[in-house]
């Protein structure tokens, strides 16, 4: 696991003292290990750091993931590193001050991959601009030493030069603010590099189905390497559920009495050509009709908009917009934006699922809590479920406060407050492999080798983000795509055209 070499052929842009991430090494040590200090169930935001906490402490960390890093609820955020404007309104100032703390350690610990962003409030009324200007102000110095900038009052016309597309009938100005923004999927693959740096293991596509346990006390888990099919009995000292939504599910694998606590709410978004909003200045709609908050963010040259926040039955992996939905985000687009986003002008539509902390029924996700909790039953499983990608690296630092001690392990101080992460080393490739995107074939051959791609999927939905930015095109790019998958991972023309088939199924729901 700790080889240098390539997998085969040299290629272009290749770190070739990078460490290569052999699925095969990685499976022998999971035979070779008797025992691990940590193991994390979950490789989203919230099992990724945790791991990534663990890692740092010196423990032996093991993290496994049913499918890919972050495909669920972590690939699919609004993209944002904030404390969240919104909950000042609600009057959760515990939730912000985290959040705008840990904002500023992710934009200094993973500079490459987060950054600084404009955001303008329009205010159409006169009341609008001293009350959003009090509130952000107020936003500001919460901020303190992590302040990205004062906020100030826009006229009319700087509004206008600002947001050219902008709504402008009965404009009364606005406020500018700062933010931060990221691109969670490549964030989540940091972690993941970072995880390997510091020593611990991961391992994509081994989905735990059975908790072990000896005189009632959890020891362990049984896994299966969905690759080969061969399964696997893990012993650990304490066993982590950081599985997001899923968190249920494996809880009910300890206790099948135990209560729901988690709320599912779903959020879509519409990816957009960037004419609908050509600028580098995001906007922000903090009240809507109905109360929601919304955004225009640049990214990636293009325009993502989102979100919505409606609560649904029962957890999906790859869950479905609704016309509701769609139709709420075309009508506010139109409104606020000043023209009709036709099925064509949808480049990607994309939903992801939170999971929220409930312990009673409710109708409305958007006033459950966004705080995180940490449950440990009887058998000592330890569960982390709710917060939000902001606060990631402070929910791991509870997690495995409450953790280590279960497990006997020493009490060390958390370092990951200043951890810088695995730098991000995509660059803009010569030849792109497609015209829409910026990744060529170094990139594809580096997410094999470095970054554990396993999937035509992982590549262009994760490590290139081409399924998020333009699914039509990504199925444009995806024969080039597979082979040089197929190459590195020395695996035949039918299980090219496998992954092709089910990619096309896939990319089908991302569009309009």
């Known amino acids: 696991m700790r080889s240098t070499a390539p997998a085969s052929g040299s290629s272009p842009n290749l770190q070739e003292n990078a460490l290569t991430l052999r699925r095969s090494e990685i499976l022998a040590q999971l035979s070779d290990t008797p025992e691990w200090d940590v193991l994390v169930i979950g490789g989203g935001a919230t099992g990724l750091g945790a791991a990534v906490e663990a890692a740092s402490r010196g423990y032996r960390t093991l993290l496994l993931e049913a499918r890919d890093f972050a495909q669920a609820t972590s690939s699919r955020s609004t993209k944002l590193v904030h404390g969240g404007v919104r909950y000042l309104r609600q009057g959760n100032l515990k ?38 200007s009090v509130g952000l102000t107020f936003y500001d110095l919460l901020s303190g030493g ?66 072990l346990k000896a005189q009632g006390r959890l020891r362990g888990v049984a896994a299966t ?52 909003l050509p600028s580098e200045n995001a906007l922000m709609i903090p009240r809507t009709a109905d109360g929601r908050v919304l955004f225009a963010i640049p990214w990636r040259g293009r325009v993502l908009v989102g979100t919505t926040d409606d609560p649904v039955p029962k957890p999906e992996l790859e869950p479905r917009s609704t016309r509701q939905e769609r139709d709420y985000l075309v009508e506010h687009i139109e409104r606020f934006l000043g023209r009709r986003p036709l099925p064509a002008d949808v480049l990607s539509v994309w939903s992801g ?42 929910m791991a630092e509870d997690v495995i406060d409450r953790a280590a001690p279960l497990a006997g392990l020493p009490r060390l101080a958390s370092k990951t407050a200043n951890l810088r992460l695995h730098a991000d080393e995509a660059s803009t490739p010569a030849e792109p492999l497609h015209p829409a995107f910026e990744f060529g074939k170094a990139d594809v051959i580096r997410a094999v080798r470095y970054e554990m791609a396993r999937r035509l999927e992982d590549v262009l939905a994760r490590r290139a983000r081409a399924l998020f930015l333009d699914a039509r095109a990504s199925l444009d790019a995806a024969p080039a795509v597979v082979r040089l998958m197929a190459a590195e991972l020395q695996l035949d023309p039918a299980w090219e055209r496998d992954q092709l088939v089910a990619y096309s199924r896939l990319a089908e729901q991302y569009t309009l």
């Open 353 to 394: 699922q939170r999971p929220l902390v409930s312990r009673s029924s409710t109708a409305s996700t958007a006033a459950l809590s966004r705080d995180h909790t940490i449950l440990i039953s009887h058998s000592r499983l330890v569960t982390i479920v709710g917060g939000k990608w902001t606060t990631y690296r402070k």
């Open 95 to 132: 939730l912000v001050l985290e959040a705008l703390r840990e904002r500023g350690r992710i934009l200094r610990n993973a500079p490459d991959l987060a950054h600084c962003r404009a955001f303008i409030v329009p205010a159409y009324s006169m009341w609008d601009l001293p009350f959003y």
């Open 225 to 276: 390497d969905s690759e080969t099919g061969r399964a696997f009995e893990l012993s650990a000292k304490v066993v982590v559920n950081a599985t997001g939504i899923f968190s249920d599910s494996v809880r009910r694998m300890d206790d099948p009495a135990t209560p729901s606590i988690v709320t599912a709410s779903q959020g879509t978004h519409f990816v957009l050509p960037r004419s609908f």
């Open 146 to 211: 992590e302040s990205l900038g004062r906020s100030k009052l826009l006229s009319p016309a700087a509004v206008r030069a600002a947001l050219p597309t902008l709504q402008p009938r009965g404009l009364r100005g606005g406020i500018l603010y700062y933010d931060g923004q990221f691109d969670d999927a490549r964030f989540a693959i940091a972690l993941l590099r970072t995880l390997f740096d510091l020593g611990g293991t991961a391992l994509n596509y081994a989905p735990v189905s059975q908790l």
